[in-house]
C-alpha cells in the first residue's frame, strides 16, 4: 500500500483521537482534515472512519479498565456498581432512540456549511456562559453521588451532540456542568457515556458498510490498522491529559477555538473549498 496514504491514515487517526473526547466536534475536524489531505468520501471512508473511532473507545476502556472490571464484577452485591451501570444505560437512552429515529434526517438537513458553523459557534458561547456561572457551586463532586435523573438530564444534552459541530462531549460535559456537575464529575460522565453511544454509532455504521468492508478489508488492512493504533494511542493521551487539564482549568480556551474554527468552516463553505455535506 502507498506509503502517503498509510501517512493520512495516521494524521486521520490523530485528529480523531484527540477530539473525540474533547468539547470541539470531532465530526466537523475529521471532514475538514479528510478534505485537505484529498481523500475520497465514499464508503470505504466511511469504514475508516468507524476502525478509527473503534480506537478511541478503547482507549476509555484501558483508562477505565479497573473501574469497568470492578463494576461490571460486582452488580450483584455492591448498589454504587449497579447505580453507575443503571446511570450509564439511562444517560445512553435518548440518544439511541433519537439516533435511530433521526440519524436520516439529520444527515439530509443538517449536515451543511452553515449548520456546521453555527453550532461550533452558538457552542462556544453556551461554554463561556456557563463557565461564568462561578456564583452556582457544583452539588455533585463525585460519580458516585449522580443520580438517575442527572444521568438522564446529561443524556438528553447528549442528543444535541447530534448536530454536526455541536460535539458529543461538549454537549454532556457542559451540560453536567449546568446541571450541578463537578467540572471532574461531568467529564467522567461523559466518558462513561462515551462507551455504548460510540459503540452503538460504530456498530449501526459497520453495519452500513459491511458489504464494502468484507470486499475490501484485505485491501485496505495497513490503512486500518494504522489508523487504529494512532488513534487508540492519540485518545489515550488525550483523555488523561484532559483529566489533569480541567482540575486546575476551565474551558474556555476550546469555546475560542470553537469560534475560530466554525469561522473556518463558514469561509471553507462560501467559498467552495470544502465540502460540508454527506
Not at 452488580?75 to 443503571?86: E, H, Q, Y
Not at 436520516?104 to 463557565?131: Q, R
Not at 463532586?141 to 438522564?152: F, G, M, R, V
Amino acid at each position: 500500500m502507498d506509503a502517503l496514504l498509510l501517512i493520512k491514515a495516521a494524521v486521520m487517526g490523530i485528529v480523531e483521537g484527540l477530539t473525540e473526547f474533547l468539547p470541539v466536534s470531532s465530526t466537523g475536524h475529521l471532514i475538514l482534515t479528510s478534505s485537505l489531505l484529498g481523500l475520497a468520501n465514499d464508503e470505504i471512508m466511511k469504514t475508516f472512519e468507524v476502525v478509527i473511532q473503534s480506537g478511541a473507545i478503547l482507549a476509555i476502556l484501558i483508562v477505565y479498565w479497573q473501574l469497568i472490571v470492578e463494576s461490571l464484577g460486582t452488580l450483584g452485591s455492591s448498589a454504587k456498581s449497579r447505580r453507575l451501570v443503571t446511570n450509564i444505560l439511562v444517560g445512553f437512552a435518548p440518544a439511541a432512540v433519537i439516533g435511530f429515529l433521526a440519524i436520516g434526517f439529520i444527515k439530509k438537513h443538517l449536515f451543511n456549511g452553515p449548520v456546521v458553523a453555527s453550532a461550533f459557534i452558538v457552542g462556544a458561547l453556551v461554554i463561556l456562559w456557563v463557565e461564568r456561572r462561578t456564583h452556582r457551586p457544583a452539588r455533585i463532586h463525585h460519580i458516585d453521588e449522580l443520580t438517575t435523573l442527572d444521568a438522564l438530564k446529561v443524556g438528553l444534552v447528549q442528543c444535541f451532540g447530534m448536530i454536526p459541530g455541536t460535539s458529543r462531549s461538549g454537549a454532556t460535559i457542559i451540560g453536567g456542568m449546568l446541571f450541578g456537575l463537578s467540572r471532574k464529575v461531568a467529564t467522567e460522565f461523559s466518558f462513561f457515556l462515551a462507551i455504548p453511544t460510540l459503540v452503538g454509532a460504530s456498530v449501526l455504521s459497520a453495519w452500513k458498510v459491511r458489504h464494502e468492508l468484507a470486499a475490501h478489508w484485505h485491501e485496505y488492512l495497513p490503512m486500518f490498522t494504522v489508523g487504529f493504533v494512532v488513534s487508540f494511542l492519540s485518545a489515550w493521551i488525550c483523555v488523561r491529559w484532559l483529566l489533569r487539564y480541567i482540575a486546575t482549568h476551565t474551558f474556555v480556551p476550546f469555546a475560542w477555538y470553537r469560534i475560530a474554527f466554525g469561522l473556518v468552516v463558514l469561509a471553507t463553505w462560501l467559498t467552495g473549498a470544502i465540502r460540508w455535506a454527506e
